[in-house]
């Protein structure tokens, strides 16, 4: 099994997020790659595609901003990391817009993503760490590859940044496939959240089904997005699958839900899977609130691993640091694959 991962992705590092009504030390820490990494070990490095598969799933204006975000910040007279605290929710529409406060609240939607000076830098090498490893999948040389993305990627959508997230690293993978020859390509997410920019990228294709288990936004981030009801549109109906659960749902109830996201992942007849992978089911991790525990994750990858397809397995969230390395090696463990 190709396992990726590039360090510069650690030059993200934001220092606080309000949460809750206060300032809070960032969840999305370096460390939680530094100890993936020092886990697995064996781990390739990225190779750099450029700007364009990122632009394939987000607007050049967006990448642009983000790009140049923190120096405008800077350039604005203020310290530290730059973040929104105005959001357009009504009239919304495109307008010439300079001041990095306006940009701020129209290419982000929450308060607990700020962009650092090392986060494009980061969020830029995430996106060709998946990138990297989608490679000897579309070459036919393995069956599974493992992409050790940070900061995650599936919250952020096409011209937005959010949930820690800021390019979408999966949906990018995606959409390289399909660009290189893959009919379809399905996105299975096992993160805790709801990926609501990987569902905002493609609800209205008909090449990428999207699957997801996650939550209930009814009362879990994101809130706004995730519930069963939403399903596709236009060219894309019936290609999203939203299975949101209780809190407190352990191994028997997830993967029964597994089951029925696997069922439909069959029924569309993918050829290359695409697994949005959060650790932060795990039953200690300290902002989510399901019950799976270390020796479950094996079993959600061989049920995964039977549908014998080849898959790309892009990290996403998991903040119980102490053994998120474990978890991801049970998780990776049950492939079958060294």
Not at 59 to 85: C, K, M, N, P
Not at 175 to 185: F, P
Not at 299 to 304: D, H, K, L, P, T
Request: glycine fraction near 10%.
């Amino acid at each position: 099994m190709l396992k990726v991962f590039d360090r510069r992705q650690l030059l993200h590092a934001p220092a606080l997020e309000l949460q809750n009504g206060g300032w809070v030390v960032h969840a999305e820490k370096a460390a939680r790659a530094e100890m993936i990494a020092e886990r697995l070990g064996g781990l390739s490095p990225a190779t750099d595609f450029g700007r364009a598969p990122l632009e394939r799933v987000h607007t050049s204006a967006y990448v642009d901003f983000l790009q140049a975000a923190h120096a405008r910040w800077l350039a604005a007279g203020r310290e530290g990391d730059a973040i929104g605290y105005t959001w357009p929710v009504v009239r919304r529409r495109p307008l010439d817009l300079e001041r990095i406060d306006a940009l701020l609240g129209l290419y982000s939607y929450d308060a607990g993503t700020p962009i650092a000076a090392g986060t494009w830098e980061g969020a830029y090498w995430g996106a060709q760490t998946a990138l990297t490893a989608l490679q000897p999948l579309l070459a036919g040389e393995t069956r599974t590859a493992f992409a050790l993305c940070r900061p995650p990627g599936h919250h952020a959508g096409p011209d937005y940044l959010g949930g820690y997230c800021y390019l979408n690293n999966a949906a990018i993978a995606a959409r390289a496939a399909t660009d290189a020859g893959h009919a379809r390509v399905a996105i299975l997410d096992v993160d805790y959240h709801h990926g609501n920019g990987t569902q905002d990228i493609f609800y209205d294709c008909d090449d990428v089904l999207f699957a997801s288990i996650h939550a209930d936004p009814a009362t879990d981030y994101p809130f706004f997005w995730g519930h069963a009801d939403e399903t596709g549109d236009g060219a894309g109906a019936g290609a999203t699958l939203n299975l949101p659960l209780p809190r407190g749902t352990a191994a028997g109830a997830y993967l029964d839900a597994l089951t029925r996201a696997l069922d439909a992942i069959v029924a569309f007849s993918p050829s290359l899977l695409v697994v949005s992978f959060g650790a932060d089911t795990f039953e200690d991790d300290p902002i989510s609130h399901f019950q799976l525990r270390q020796a479950d994750y094996p079993r959600v990858a061989e049920a995964i691993a039977a549908l014998d397809l080849p898959r790309l397995i892009v990290m996403e969230g998991g903040y119980a640091v102490d053994a998120l390395g474990h978890n991801v090696a049970a998780f990776l463990d049950g492939f079958g694959e060294a």
